[in-house]
């Protein structure tokens, strides 16, 4: 076998036992507590998908926010982060609903939470589809709860038409009063934009949160 391809079974097999041995260290904590930076830099790295996947800071809040909402949750754009919340919402007790626009993408994520055992997300694969002023999810109404108290925004890829905003006009109405959004990558402008018309939109308020790379916590006026 050729040196770069020994390397890269390599890296991909030490990279699996990283994620299994975090995963396994992150169920055994406490309910209610946070993993430390530590562990999630090794989930980071065992994930294997470094530049896509959630920031440590904003995996913190998510983890967060997610440890105190009665649920379920909705997740746009999938991966580590639907890992970590299907594994907090087993031992909370709610469900996950997750948007995938990428079949390649939502077979691999699906299989990895059929390696953990997390049998409570719902992992939908919901190409993009035109809604005349944005892309967004083709989303199937029929298979979502009426009401989601979380929400983690990290997709669709930032160049869609329009961005990520089509989750208010398509889905606002399956949101709790008290929802809780988190939009990623609102240090960039489109996303910023975004995030201020959700908040005005609902009725709600908005903090930027992180400093490595800001996200959006937007919340419903309850
Ligand atoms: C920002 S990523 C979502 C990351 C996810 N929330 C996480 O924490 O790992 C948004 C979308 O990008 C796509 N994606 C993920 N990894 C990718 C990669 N390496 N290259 C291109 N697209 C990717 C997937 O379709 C995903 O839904």
């Known amino acids: 076998m050729p040196v770069r391809k020994l390397y890269r079974a390599a890296d991909r097999l030490y990279r699996r036992g990283l994620l299994a041995a975090g995963m396994r260290a992150f169920r055994r904590q406490p309910p209610g507590t946070l993993p430390s930076r530590r562990l999630l830099r090794a989930l980071r790295k065992g994930w294997g998908n470094e530049v896509w996947s959630a920031s440590e800071e904003l995996l913190i809040g998510l983890m967060r926010e997610a440890w105190k909402t009665p649920g379920p949750v909705l997740e746009c754009g999938s991966g580590l982060s639907t890992l970590l919340l299907g594994a907090i919402g087993m031992r909370a007790g709610w469900e996950v ?4 626009h990428d079949a390649f993408w939502a077979e691999h994520v699906r299989q990895t939470l059929r390696r953990f055992g997390i049998t409570n ?13 944005f892309h967004w999810y083709d989303v199937p109404p029929e298979r979502l709860p009426a009401r989601f108290s979380l929400v983690l925004c990290d997709g669709p890829p930032g160049n869609t ?10 889905l606002g109405h399956r ?10 990558d609102a240090g960039r402008p489109d996303e910023r934009a975004i995030a201020d018309r959700w908040t005005a939109e609902l009725g ?6 992180g400093v490595q790379k800001p996200y959006a916590r937007i919340e419903g006026p309850g």
Do not use: F, K, Q
């Open 204 to 209: 709600g308020t908005m903090t930027i949160e």
């Open 175 to 184: 949101l709790s009063p008290s929802v809780v959004i988190l939009l990623d």
């Open 161 to 170: 038409p329009g961005g990520r905003y089509g989750l208010l006009p398509v």
């Open 97 to 100: 609903w997750t948007l995938e």
């Open 121 to 133: 997300v719902h992992l939908l694969h919901a190409p993009l589809r035109d809604y005349g002023a």
